[in-house]
């Protein structure tokens, strides 16, 4: 099975900071992974699929990349609708997610 | 537009059995696969495997083999969780989700509002 190993676990960032959370697998996934944002009492919303590509309606502020089989999502300027919970998904196998960062702002 | 719209909350006593419903409307509901997840309170997103929703065909996560069942009722654009022998540790919010080929990819690009189980004596 494939595992996602998320960090941080939780993070506090100002207003208009950079924001960076990220995901390793266990193999190699290739661009089989998708970045969710959970707000509370809410379903998971798609932001990044492909890795890299932003999904329709998600703000600019959003992107991903992928170093091998470590992926980051990036918050360029940190919005306080923003806050929430955080989670990788890959599809390359089943499906795994991984264990979400919470982001709080500071 | 694309709505999964799930059944309410159920209060069950350890040892019964509940089933949730996820109920699509905006598509053809056969075009698509239907995931269901996991999220225990307070914790994180953990996916129990999907259902070919033309086929009728189950793939269950190893965690979720045994007690716990997908179903459809295509005619009704329905999808089905049902669990059986309820444990404390079942209590839960259960989220269907759409798969979509998007780009290539495949997501999970709609959700239902999520079903909440609570299992307490």
């Known amino acids: 099975d494939i595992q996602m190993t998320q960090s941080p676990a939780s993070l506090s960032a100002s207003l208009e900071e950079i924001v960076t959370i990220t995901c390793q697998a266990s193999?190699?996934?290739?661009?089989?992974l998708a970045w969710y944002q959970q707000k509370p009492g809410k379903s998971p919303q798609l932001l990044i699929y492909?890795?890299?590509s932003l999904a329709d309606g998600v703000p600019s502020r959003f992107s991903g990349s992928r170093s091998g089989t470590q992926y980051s999502l990036k918050i360029s300027r940190l919005q306080v609708e923003d806050i929430g919970i955080y989670y990788c998904l890959q599809a390359y196998s089943a499906r795994t997610f991984g264990s979400g960062t919470k982001l709080e702002i500071k | 537009q694309i709505q999964l719209v799930q059944s309410g909350p159920e209060l069950k006593k350890p040892g019964e059995s509940v089933k949730i419903s996820c109920k699509a409307s905006?598509?053809?509901?056969?075009?698509?696969?239907m995931h269901w997840v996991k999220q225990a309170p307070g914790k994180g997103l953990k996916w129990m495997g999907w259902i070919n929703t033309y086929t009728g065909k189950p793939t269950y996560a190893d965690d979720f083999k045994g007690r716990f069942v997908f179903s459809l009722e295509a005619s009704a654009s329905t999808a089905n969780l049902q669990i059986s022998n309820l444990k404390n540790e079942d209590t839960a919010t259960y989220f269907c989700a759409r798969d979509y080929v998007y780009y290539g990819f495949d997501v999970m690009d709609a959700w239902g509002q999520g079903a909440s189980v609570t299992v307490s004596s």
């Open positions: 492909g890795a890299t």
């Open positions: 193999q190699d996934i290739g661009n089989w």
């Open positions: 905006g598509y053809t509901f056969t075009d698509y696969a």
